[in-house]
């Protein structure tokens, strides 16, 4: 199959140093960036390290429904606590504000899949199958409330969340884990690698500060001071006495004024501190919104105040409920605080004698009062909620298992700006007790909201100049803990050696970007923001580009069949990176973005072990006939490669996919035959099933002096389907018997 010298190392070199230009099928590439080595403004404030929730937020945000269905995840349980999985779309009834709506799509999705029909065993039908049901895979959102979580309810809340990572996540399931105080930095982002998700969570410390007030020989609780504040008289005597047995003498009349003083104090706080709490759900709720299907998000939390009596805590409540509804997002709240006892009060605190029951009558109300927020958030968007168990990695196994099978039902709702809070019911119309859990409304703006907001966002955008704009737009994308995807990017890295720099590959559809008439061409000019940070935050390389398209007429449709990429390089030593790319598109005001983590290995420590593979095609395929999964072994490389985008790695149908692969650290055993003893065998799989395997090859040529060995390949996709598969080399030494492997995923059209 294969002849390592058959490849010239001229032509490695020229992938390793980034020689892909942007991939516009017959398009001329543009020339270079007019900002290259620009870093983008505050490059530290694009990790991810953003103000605490709750600072600098807009308080006249408007969300509005647009054009698309409005959708709804539907759990339906039994009288025994079942999972009911059978039911079919006429069972099920629909109505806002008591008026029926028909249901325009319904799927059933059992274990994060659409499921087949009860009846028919087939798939279900696309006329029934809204176009954001489908999940890529599972999206979930942790919000780890540690403004709220007692130091001593960490380590258990941390073990059973690193559990969580290791018995609940699975292949293609994403986490976003973010905590309340906003410490966690460019960490707070989606991911599907585990090694970041465990990294965050280990990066979790408890910063509850408390807000009982015990200067004064007596402590006031959170709860007291808002019945304070709402001038609860029963509550102003129990303290005022409280705290005229701590201070004898003091005027009544006195101690009742430094009672709501301290009452105001904390109030002010801890409306603070739920501000906080709650801007972050709403954060992390919006986020998950640009994911497909069903998402999930996990609140892990000892409690909180929300004192629905003031005009803004019913206003923070319907902010969240609104935006988990309009993104669908589904709210498991697991109570961190574990099993609790009965309220009560220290006897070992001063000033808390109580003999007329009225204290422990407040600790049992406010043990209360910090559940019944976080209740009703699992409750109106359609989850449950986990309270007094000790069990936390328990609870979490069945908030997942509860949100990965359920009913996706859609409608058009009544766009109307009216502001007001439309309700929304499910029922079933057959005999028999249900539960059935789903978002309980949304709020729509009112027409005089919607205008404010876009005057104000326009007054806003007209103080910036183009470049400004972009600029900003590209930063905040970087910035943003759930890449935006109005245009989905994809990125991929090529590691070949410590000795030489990783390459980065970026791509976006041509499909999604938009055009204008410039002098008989079609013309655009995208901004791309680059920044790759280390383990630390620090930013490594941080880049400002312009990307400029220029397209003759005719050729804009089949331009808009491919993709566009750009490519970066740097020399990294060994460890772990995040690296982040944006585009904006100034015709449309749409952003992309895109991170991933990347491990560069120490190659002199790692034993045998192979790079990452690069992709290459030939340019005029010479004819095969049908069967040919590969040339003879020993035959060469066609001489007419040409690069292939590694960030797409798209083949046509019955193309060849040509390889190159470099083995380090290879064993220098006496070679057998005069060729060496290191062997492949080349496997291509379609989810878990093998489609080719070829048997193993043994290289022509024995390793370089320095333990290198370069391999290259290819092999014919004639007869394989249009789909995504998975390329997996796998290298033997005979003589050591040791072995390395590498793989990666590309599609045939």
Known sequence: MLKASGLKPMLLTLFLAGWLPLAILAQKPPGPPAATGTPPADASKAAGQEPAPGQGEDEEDVITLGTELLQLYVSVTDKQGRTVNNLKREHFVLREDGKPQDIAFFSVVTNGALAADPESGTEPEDRLRPPAVTPEGRYF???????????????????????????????????????????????????????????????????????????????????????????????????????????????????????????????????????????????????????????????????????EFNRNGRFRIQRVLDAATRAGVTVYAIHSAGLEVAAGFDASQPGRFDPTGIGLSLASQAQQARQDAFRELAAATGGLTFVNTNDLSGAFGRAVADASTYYALAYYPDKKPDGRFHKIEVKLNLPGSFTIRTQQGFFSPSEKALQKAAEKKKKQDVKLSPEALAAREVKAALGAPVPPRDIPLRLASTFVSNDLETSFSLAFPLKDIAFRDVKGRKFNTLTMGFVVFDLNGKALMAQEDTITLNILPERLALAQTGWGSQTKSLKLAPGLYNVRAAIYDPLTGHRGAVNRWIEIPNVSKAGMMLSDIIFLQVAQPTATEPGDAQPPAGQALPPNLAPINQAVRRYPDGAQLVFVVTAHNVPRGKPTAGKSNLAFQTQIFRGKEAVYVSPLQRTQSPPNPDGTLTYAGQVSLEGLAAGQYRLKLVAYEETTKKTAVQSQDFTID
């Open 141 to 307: 959102a942790l919000v780890v409330d540690d403004l709220h979580i007692a130091p001593g309810n960490f380590l258990p809340l941390r073990n059973a969340l690193l559990n969580f990572v290791e018995k609940n996540i699975v292949e293609g399931d994403h986490l976003l884990v973010l905590s309340t105080s906003g410490t966690l930095g460019f960490l707070q982002q989606m991911t599907d690698d585990r090694r970041i998700m465990r990294l965050a969570i280990e990066r979790l410390t408890p910063r509850s500060q408390g807000v009982d007030q015990a200067g004064f020989g007596f402590t006031m609780t959170d709860y007291e001071a808002f019945l304070v504040e709402r001038n609860d008289r029963q509550t102003i005597d129990f303290l005022t006495q409280l705290y005229i047995r701590s201070s004898p003498g003091t005027p009544p009349n006195q101690a009742e004024t430094i009672v709501r003083a301290s009452a105001r104090s904390i109030a002010q706080r801890t409306e603070y501190l739920t501000t906080s709490t709650l801007e972050t759900i709403r954060s992390a709720a919006l986020a998950l919104g640009n994911y497909p299907g069903r998402k999930t998000l996990l609140l892990a939390t000892d409690g909180f105040i929300n004192d």
